[in-house]
């Protein structure tokens, strides 16, 4: 069984810039977790997507958006690229809306802003 | 507004030198506690859920408790392949949020 898959594995992007990280959640799981690590501060809960919708989504600010598509993968955006926007960009996937197991994770896109 | 704690940050242990990890949480609707093992420059890997406290739970050298406002990660006699950073996640009615980790550094 295939595990969570993210692309691309390093993104290098200016400042102003916008960027796309995509993922590809396990086969039957229905929810997507996107979470943030900058070096220090450890994993931000960035969004949540169930079933194609949005069900919650963390203390970011609204460039960070994304969407969750009918074959469950999910794309994340930033817009206007900052410094700080610099980390690895974990997406984690589930089955269900419910917690009956694990969150597994794929292996992270590492955004630089340079 | 929910939190997660762990402590210690970061922690030396001689190998054979057992020791335990804290995660301290304040959650609202708390479904499940999570723990996770992280390697450098990878995505987290699972190792527990814990669902309702007085739950126990254990691999290999790893166990794992959970009271209403604390869990705790025993490692005993811990290798040094057990060298990594643990993640601990309590789970919310709304979100699944992730303490700093504790960075686990065994030496041979």
């Known amino acids: 069984e295939a595990g969570v898959t993210q692309s691309p594995t390093h993104l290098i992007k200016t400042r102003g810039q916008q960027a796309t990280l995509r993922c590809s959640p396990i086969s039957g799981h229905t929810s997507v977790y996107w979470y943030q690590q900058a070096l220090g501060l450890g994993l931000q809960f960035l969004l949540w997507y169930d079933e194609g919708e949005e069900r919650n989504r963390g203390n970011f600010p609204p460039r960070f958006s994304g969407r969750q598509f009918p074959n469950y993968s999910s794309e994340l955006n930033v817009n206007a690229l900052e410094l700080e926007d610099s980390a690895l960009y974990l997406c984690?996937?589930?089955?269900?809306?419910?917690?009956?197991?694990?969150?597994?994770f794929g292996e992270g896109s590492r955004l630089t802003v340079l | 507004e929910d939190q997660v704690t762990q402590s210690p940050e970061a922690l030396r242990l001689q190998e054979g030198e057992s020791s335990s990890l804290n995660c301290s949480y304040t959650?609202?609707?708390?479904?499940?506690l999570f723990w996770y093992r992280q390697d450098p420059g990878k995505g987290p890997e699972f190792l527990f859920t814990l669902y309702s406290a007085g739950e126990e739970k254990e691999k290999e050298r790893l166990k794992a408790t959970l009271t209403k406002k604390e869990s705790f990660l025993h490692i005993t006699a811990p290798k040094p392949e057990d060298s990594a950073t643990y993640l601990c996640a309590p789970e919310g009615h709304d979100k699944i949020i992730f303490g700093k980790g504790t960075r686990l550094h065994i030496l041979p």
């Open positions: 984690a996937s589930i089955r269900g809306a419910s917690t009956t197991g694990e969150l597994f």
């Open positions: 959650v609202s609707g708390l479904r499940g």
